[in-house]
């Protein structure tokens, strides 16, 4: 199985940016889905967004469109998310996973390989 590393969290301002960085080891990275989800304190897991292997296919949950953008170098075995305008409600641990090779696959799959998380706090 891949091994997944989540990197770029932090404290930010409302209306910021962040990258988030999911850098990936062993396994076949390259020909995997991979996408983040975040869970914020008291709530649900909840999915944020999802490329699929060749970078050539999204998809995203209601919470990031139009302000959250996922990419992929298979060169760098690191899929990124651009965070932009972030929120309050942005706050959450982030994590991202790997599984199947579509997003199909990733947003209706279960299990995979799980990074350990990268905190992202924004405050008003």
């Known amino acids: 199985q891949v091994q997944l590393e989540e990197s770029g969290g932090g404290w930010v301002q409302a209306g910021g940016s962040l990258r988030l960085s999911c850098a990936a080891s062993g396994g076949t990275f390259s020909t995997s889905a991979v996408g983040w989800f975040r869970q914020a304190p008291g709530k649900e897991r909840e999915f944020v967004a999802t490329i699929n292997w060749s970078g050539h296919s999204t998809y995203y949950g209601d919470s990031a469109k139009g302000r959250f953008t996922i990419s992929r170098d298979n060169a760098k075995n690191t899929v990124y998310l651009q965070m932009n305008s972030l929120k309050p409600e942005d706050t959450a641990v982030y994590y991202c996973?790997?599984?199947?090779?579509?997003?199909?696959?990733?947003?209706?799959?279960?299990?995979?390989?799980w990074g350990q998380g990268t905190q992202v706090t924004v405050s008003s």
């Open positions: 996973a790997a599984r199947g090779s579509s997003t199909t696959d990733f947003v209706q799959g279960v299990g995979g390989s």
